[in-house]
C-alpha cells in the first residue's frame, strides 16, 4: 500500500488534500500528516468520522512514505522538500517553492502529465488561477498555436490563507457596526471588506508577485515563451478565483469551436447563456472539483482571438484536486 506524508494540514490546501484522501478511501493507516513543531496530540480530521494524529514536521523520517505532499509556507517547504527526496520519497510541491527550478517540472496532468515518467524526484503544481486558465484549453491548443494571453484575475482573501479571511469577516462585520478598521487592517493594509484591492502579492518592480508567477508559470507549464499579460486584484470574497481571459492565437479560431473543444475537457463545465444569469460565479463553485466556463466570445480586438470567463474553488479544484491528480499518476500501477 502506498504511504504518503502530507505536510500542511492546519493550511486550507492541505486539509482539501486530506478530505481528497479520505474520500477516494485512501486507508488512514497509509497517511502521515505534519504540521512544523506539532505539539504531541495534536489531531486534524480525516473524512467525516476519522481524526488523524499530527506528527512534527521537523523529526519526521520521510524513508517512511512513498509520496510527501507539501502545502506548507514556500518558506519551511524549501527547508524540507529536500530532505523528503533525499530520504526516497517522491515529492509534490503545493507551496510554489520550486517553481522557479529549472530542474521541478510544473505539472497539469492533462497537459503535461508525461513528465510525471521522467526520472525526477519532486514535481510542483502551478498555482489555481493558472491552472483554470490553461486547463480550459487543453485541447484547444492540440489544434491552435497559442500566441498571447491576458488575464485579469479577480483573487479570493484565502490567497493569504485564514488570517486574510478572517480579516475580512472582521472588516465586514465591524462595518456594519459602525466601529472603527484601524486595529484591523493588517494583512492587506488597506480595507478587503466592501473594496478592490490592485496588489495580490509584494511588488516586484511594476508587477506584483502574483502577476509575475502566472507569467512565468504558464511559460513554465507550456514549454513556450508565449507573451502574458496578468493584472491581480484582491476582491472581498472567502474562496475562489475568477478570471477574464483573452486568448491569442496565430490561426484563425471561432469561439463556437473554442467552447465545443472545451466542453470535451474532463473537470470542465461549460455554462454559457446569453441571458441574466446565464453564467458561473464564485459563490457556485465553492467545494466543486471542476473548473467552470462562462462568456465564450470572440475577441474582435486582434485578428484571432477570444475571451473567456472562468472560475474554480482555488482550494480544491485549483490546489488540492490538481495535486491529487499528479499523486495518482505517480502511484499509479
Not at 493558472?130 to 491552435?144: A, D
Not at 476582491?235 to 469551436?257: M, W
Request: net charge negative; aromatic share 10%.
Amino acid at each position: 500500500m502506498v504511504k504518503i506524508a502530507v505536510a500542511g494540514v492546519k493550511e486550507s490546501a492541505g486539509r482539501e488534500f486530506l478530505n481528497l484522501l479520505a474520500e477516494n478511501n485512501v486507508p488512514l493507516s497509509s497517511v502521515f500528516a505534519l504540521e512544523p513543531k506539532s505539539p504531541l496530540g495534536t489531531q486534524v480530521s480525516y473524512g467525516e468520522d476519522d481524526e488523524i494524529d499530527v506528527f512534527s514536521l521537523d523529526e519526521f523520517d520521510f524513508s517512511k512514505v512513498d509520496v510527501a505532499l507539501f502545502a506548507t509556507t514556500k518558506e519551511v517547504s524549501k527547508r524540507f522538500i529536500k530532505r523528503a527526496a533525499t530520504a526516497g520519497a517522491k515529492v509534490i510541491d503545493l507551496s510554489g517553492a520550486t517553481f522557479t527550478d529549472s530542474e521541478v517540472p510544473l505539472i497539469i496532468n492533462e497537459i503535461n502529465g508525461d513528465l510525471l515518467k521522467a526520472d525526477h524526484k519532486v514535481f510542483g503544481v502551478p498555482s489555481s488561477i493558472v491552472y483554470q486558465t490553461l486547463l480550459p484549453l487543453s485541447h484547444v491548443i492540440k489544434h491552435h498555436e497559442l500566441k498571447r494571453l491576458v488575464i485579469n484575475v479577480f483573487c479570493s482573501t484565502s490567497y493569504y490563507g485564514h488570517p486574510a479571511m478572517d480579516e475580512l469577516f472582521t472588516q465586514s462585520r465591524k462595518i456594519f457596526l459602525n466601529e472603527p478598521l484601524v486595529d484591523h487592517e493588517e494583512i492587506f493594509k488597506k480595507q478587503i471588506a466592501f473594496n478592490v484591492l490592485p496588489q495580490v502579492g509584494e511588488f516586484i518592480g511594476d508587477e506584483t508577485a502574483m502577476e509575475w508567477s502566472i507569467n512565468a508559470e504558464i511559460k513554465k507549464v507550456l514549454q513556450s515563451d508565449i507573451k502574458v499579460h496578468a493584472n491581480c486584484a484582491f476582491v472581498p470574497t472567502f474562496i475562489g478565483d475568477a478570471a477574464f481571459v483573452n486568448a491569442e492565437f496565430n490561426d484563425e479560431v471561432d469561439a463556437d469551436e473554442i467552447r465545443k473543444m472545451m466542453q470535451s475537457v474532463p473537470n470542465v463545465v461549460v455554462f454559457d447563456k446569453t441571458v441574466d444569469g446565464g453564467y458561473v460565479s464564485v459563490d457556485d463553485v465553492q467545494g466543486e472539483d471542476s473548473v467552470y466556463i462562462s462568456r465564450v466570445r470572440q475577441d474582435v480586438s486582434v485578428d484571432n482571438g477570444i475571451s473567456f470567463w472562468t472560475v474554480a474553488d482555488n482550494l480544491r479544484a485549483g490546489a488540492a484536486k490538481t495535486a491529487y491528480a499528479v499523486f495518482q499518476a505517480l502511484t499509479k500501477k
